[in-house]
């Protein structure tokens, strides 16, 4: 069965610091995979997008990685801000016959305090 | 400006009213989807279309419909709603299906639509 989990659920941290969030996926087989960000109450916006010949990619302070092997991908945030408190949600596209299909994962919900 | 805009932005109605909730995107887009969103469940999928008379089912297509007859427009429809299907939706669009993984071929999502079923 195709799944993305994504850990930790939830994550508190001072503002200024680094953090990491997981994602690790079933999908087979893999065609890419995306990190999106969400702030309450509005639609998620694209943080980037990687195929399995990609192994990493930024975005300003964002930064993902790709391990199509063992099937994880992380999304580093550097030098936290406060607007970076948002939940972030993993996203993989398989490569099969469902063109259409993306799996979502549950998301982290991060919150960065000053 | 480049937007996905959805009509209404928020909705109470009763239990067996239909109702149709839009969608409309300005980049020409090919593929556009409609999710819903539930606390603790995250985005699921309720339809997908990868072109105009091209739609297909996603993880939760139980109770709802879609036509894509223009493809600018992908109208989200409830013929008989119930409150199981209280919860935020989102329509969202992108150039190609999603299986093409170029920078370019990135999701935009529309403001949502909070719909409460009573």
């Known amino acids: 069965k195709n799944q993305v989990e994504q850990s930790p659920q939830s994550l508190i941290i001072l503002e200024g610091k680094n953090c990491t969030l997981q994602c690790n996926y079933t999908v087979s087989p893999f065609s890419n995979l995306r990190w999106y960000k969400q702030d309450t109450g509005r639609g998620p916006v694209s943080l980037t997008i990687?195929?399995?010949?990609?192994n990493t990619k930024s975005n300003g302070r964002y930064t993902a990685t790709l391990d199509a092997d063992t099937k994880q991908s992380s999304l580093h945030i550097t030098a936290s801000q406060l607007s970076d408190s948002a939940s972030y949600i993993c996203v993989v596209a398989d490569r099969g016959s469902t063109l259409g299909r993306l799996y979502f994962g549950r998301g982290t919900q991060l919150t960065v305090w000053p | 400006e480049a937007q996905v805009t959805q009509n209404p932005r928020y909705l109470i109605t009763v239990t067996g009213k239909k109702l149709t909730v839009t969608c409309s995107q300005n980049?020409?887009?090919?593929?556009m989807s409609w999710y819903r969103q539930d606390p603790g469940l995250g985005l699921r999928q309720i339809y997908y279309s990868m072109n105009v008379e091209v739609t297909d089912k996603g993880d939760v297509p139980e109770g709802y419909k879609v036509s894509r007859k223009e493809k600018r427009n992908f109208p989200l429809i409830l013929e008989s709603p119930s409150p199981n299907q209280t919860s935020l939706y989102f329509c969202?669009?992108?150039?190609?299906?999603?299986?093409?993984?170029?920078?370019?071929?990135?999701?935009?999502f529309g403001p949502g639509t909070r719909l409460t079923v009573l």
């Open positions: 980049m020409n887009h090919e593929y």
């Open positions: 969202a669009s992108s150039l190609n299906h999603p299986q093409q993984g170029d920078w370019y071929n990135e999701q935009f």
């Open positions: 990687m195929t399995f010949s990609e």
